[in-house]
């Protein structure tokens, strides 16, 4: 956790234009388990290996995009810290009741300089990853498509990446993990408040609150594969990959889902510590950066985003 008492990423409001046509794509070919539907019709689901009862909830909207990226916190305390902490930073909170969005406890909502909205809350209803916790064995039975054991991370876009930096670190409590510099400027910074060599990414544009891409964590490179099989099988539109990143070393694969938002299945990557330095990348070798094997930038990678 970071050391303010952020644990991981919880879960992610995604705006879908078709519920149905969303859900069929999130449940057969990505493989989420849907755990649940409240009355205003958002889709609930979990990838296998989660024990809490959602880290992805499709909305239905007239625009895709990111609605909310919700962190959990370890408790009730932290979160009422970090509500105060937030506050003297300059930036408004707002609270929201237990039970306000299914299965969750209390939520602190603000917004980033980048103009992105997050949440964070301190209990979610647990509801198991299909195995007992006592001798439980290694796979949960009766899974579909790619089926990712995690939502891993976020990767957003907006003007102020500093901001949004500094508020993750400065009162979030995250490390920077890695950067690219033009000349003097962060145009993207990567934050981890765990192991993993990141748990959110901002990624400069002149925009506010948009959306690069929500990734889901597998165990390996053959599991990448597996799900570039999948992509092409089930006509799921392909961007690149699989191949690797140079920030983060993480094996990867980009494709759409069918409202136009970028999914990520990714692997491996370093273990962080919070001894260890922080990796800069110049601007001028952000081909290599982005995609270690290709050393070419993808038009559409920096210019699509929802
Ligand atoms: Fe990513």
Redesign the pocket.
Known sequence: MSSQGVLRPGHVIIRVLDIQEAREYYVNVLGLIETDQDADGKVYLKAWDEHDHHSVVLQEADVPGLEVMAFKVTDDATLKNLTEKIENFGIKTEIFASNTHLATGERVRFTAPTGHVFELYAYKELVGNGMPVVNPGVKAPNLKGIHPNNF??C?LIGDDVDGSYRLFVDVLGFQLTERVMAGENMIAAFLSCSNKP?DV?FIHAPVKGKLH?V?FAVDSWAHVLNAADKIAESEVPHEIGPTR?GI?R?E?IYFFDPSGNRN?I?SGGYLWYPDRPALTWTADELPKALFFHERKLSETFLSVMT
């Open positions: 891993d991370h990767a990141h990414a891409h990734s990143h983060t993480g990867t990520e990714f």
